[in-house]
């Protein structure tokens, strides 16, 4: 399994980017998604989830109401619109497929996720 994460740049304060993360299998549908971020000199956070089944999502509190998780299942691709960028957003930010299909919910424990993109730098400029 491959996730390829692309999108990343740089931005000024309260400007906008999408990222966006294409999954190489057929199974990519029955997995929820997840995105982390990891600034320098800090561990990996959770940012946002969303489930298999395209309906639940969950937020960390730093980006709710800011970030939207989204997903296309007949595309293999699950997306992250973030909006009003603080320079506290930067960092390199990774999707994730969690390690089971057919969740009940999303979870936001890195350690769920069994497969991870290459990572894709976001840079927020004050």
């Known amino acids: 399994v491959q996730l390829q994460a692309s999108g990343g740049g740089l931005v000024q304060t309260g400007g906008s980017l999408t990222l966006s993360c294409v999954g190489s299998?057929?199974?990519?549908?029955?997995?929820?998604m997840g995105w982390f971020r990891q600034a320098p000199g800090k561990g990996r956070e959770f940012v946002a989830a969303?489930?298999?089944?395209?309906?639940?999502?969950l937020y960390a509190d730093s980006v709710k109401d800011r970030f939207i998780i989204s997903r296309e299942n007949a595309e293999n691709k699950v997306s992250l619109q973030m909006n009003n960028l603080k320079p506290e957003d930067t960092a390199v930010y990774y999707c994730?497929?969690?390690?089971?299909?057919?969740?009940?919910?999303?979870?936001?424990?890195?350690?769920?996720?069994?497969?991870w993109g290459q990572g894709t730098q976001v840079t927020v400029s004050s």
């Open positions: 994730a497929r969690a390690s089971g299909p057919f969740r009940l919910v999303p979870s936001t424990i890195s350690s769920t996720y069994s497969y």
């Open positions: 299998d057929d199974l990519f549908s029955k997995y929820d």
């Open positions: 969303i489930s298999w089944t395209a309906g639940p999502t």
